[in-house]
C-alpha cells in the first residue's frame, strides 16, 4: 500500500471499460390489405420483449382498425432485425361459420 504524497499514491487508477451488448432493434412491419414498413423499429432488450410488443400492437392494430379487418383476409404482423431477417410472424384471420 503506497504512502501519502508518494509517487504511487497519486498516481489515478486505471479507467473501468464496461462492455455492453447494443441494445436490438426491432421492426414491426404490417400487411393488413397493403404494406406498412417499420423503417425506425423500436429498442428492446430481448426476443421475448419483441414478441410481447408484437401482440400488443397487433391487439391495438385490430381494436383500432375492426371494421376493416374483415375486408382483408389475413393480417400480419412481421418482425424483423435491423438486417431484416424474419424474426417471427403473426398471422390474423378471421373464417365466418357455416351459419353466417
Given at each position: 500500500?503506497?504512502?501519502?504524497?508518494?509517487?504511487?499514491?497519486?498516481?489515478?487508477?486505471?479507467?473501468?471499460?464496461?462492455?455492453?451488448?447494443?441494445?436490438?432493434?426491432?421492426?414491426?412491419?404490417?400487411?393488413?390489405?397493403?404494406?406498412?414498413?417499420?423503417?425506425?423499429?423500436?429498442?428492446?432488450?430481448?426476443?421475448?420483449?419483441?414478441?410481447?410488443?408484437?401482440v400488443r400492437a397487433a391487439g391495438a392494430l385490430i381494436a383500432e382498425h375492426a371494421g376493416r379487418f374483415w375486408e382483408t383476409a389475413?393480417?400480419?404482423?412481421?418482425?424483423?432485425?435491423?438486417?431484416?431477417?424474419?424474426?417471427?410472424?403473426?398471422?390474423?384471420?378471421?373464417?365466418?361459420?357455416?351459419?353466417?
Amino acid at each position: 500500500m503506497a504512502h501519502p504524497g508518494t509517487a504511487a499514491a497519486k498516481r489515478p487508477s486505471a479507467p473501468v471499460i464496461l462492455w455492453s451488448q447494443p441494445v436490438p432493434r426491432y421492426h414491426f412491419n404490417v400487411e393488413d390489405g397493403h404494406s406498412t414498413i417499420d423503417e425506425v423499429g423500436t429498442e428492446l432488450p430481448n426476443l421475448t420483449a419483441a414478441r410481447q410488443e408484437a401482440v400488443r400492437a397487433a391487439g391495438a392494430l385490430i381494436a383500432e382498425h375492426a371494421g376493416r379487418f374483415w375486408e382483408t383476409a389475413e393480417w400480419k404482423v412481421v418482425v424483423t432485425d435491423d438486417k431484416g431477417l424474419v424474426l417471427f410472424t403473426l398471422h390474423f384471420f378471421a373464417t365466418d361459420g357455416a351459419a353466417a
